[in-house]
T-cell receptor, first 110, second 118 residues
């Protein structure tokens, strides 16, 4: 069964304390793995797309990496404004749908 | 460039009623997907439309239906509402990848329609 699992469910960090979020997936024929950020009461906002193992993407304090079975979202020196829910999602060949993990709620304290 | 627009943003219904939600995708995007988001289940896929055709459907009862118009705008309908239908309904549009392109169509979401069923 195609599925996406994210860990941890919640993560509390002090400002400046770097960490990583994990996303493991089991799909046949990966077309793309996506990371989104969602703020309370808002729709998810696209961050990155990764297509193949070994690929990396960076944006400000965020860096996403991909292996054959999982992806990591590394957060370097986070700030309180990075507090949000981070969602991982995958699209697979011929599926015409994107399936999401349950998300990691990140809290960054000043 | 205007984003994805969903209407209404908030609505309250009672059990047994029906509801119609609307979604206007980003100009040029022909694929529209709908998701239900609840605290316990996260984002659950409802259906995806492309050029007025439903290409995939999630595991939801037949009370949930949708359609897409020739201008790519989409609507979803929920009939005979139940308490458990209370959720944030999100619409997302994407640019279908062109032949040979490595892009796979990241989703651009609207702000959602929050449905409360009493």
């Amino acid at each position: 069964e195609d599925q996406v699992t994210q860990s941890p469910e919640a993560l509390r960090l002090q400002e400046g304390e770097s960490s990583s979020l994990n996303c493991s997936y089991t799909v046949s024929g990966l077309r793309g793995l996506f990371w989104y950020r969602q703020d309370p009461g808002k729709g998810p906002e696209f961050l990155f797309t990764l297509y193949s193992a070994g690929e990396e993407k960076e944006k400000e304090r965020l860096k996403a990496t991909l292996t054959k079975k999982e992806s990591f979202l590394h957060i370097t020196a986070p700030k309180p404004e990075d507090s949000a829910t981070y969602l991982c999602a995958v699209a697979y060949t011929g599926g015409f749908k994107t399936i999401f993990g349950a998300g990691t709620r990140l809290f960054v304290k000043a | 460039k205007a984003g994805v627009t969903q209407t209404p943003r908030y609505l309250i219904k009672t059990r047994g009623q029906q509801v119609t939600l609307s979604c206007s995708p980003i100009s040029g995007h022909r694929s529209v997907s709908w998701y239900q988001q609840t605290p316990g289940q996260g984002l659950q896929f409802l259906f995806e439309y492309f050029s007025e055709t439903q290409r995939n459907k999630g595991n939801f009862p037949g009370r949930f239906s949708g359609r897409q118009f020739s201008n790519s705008r989409s609507e979803m309908n929920v009939s005979t509402l139940e308490l458990g239908d209370s959720a944030l309904y999100l619409c997302a549009s994407s640019l279908e990848p062109s032949s040979g392109s490595s892009r796979t169509g990241e989703l651009f979401f609207g702000e959602g329609s929050r449905l409360t069923v009493l």
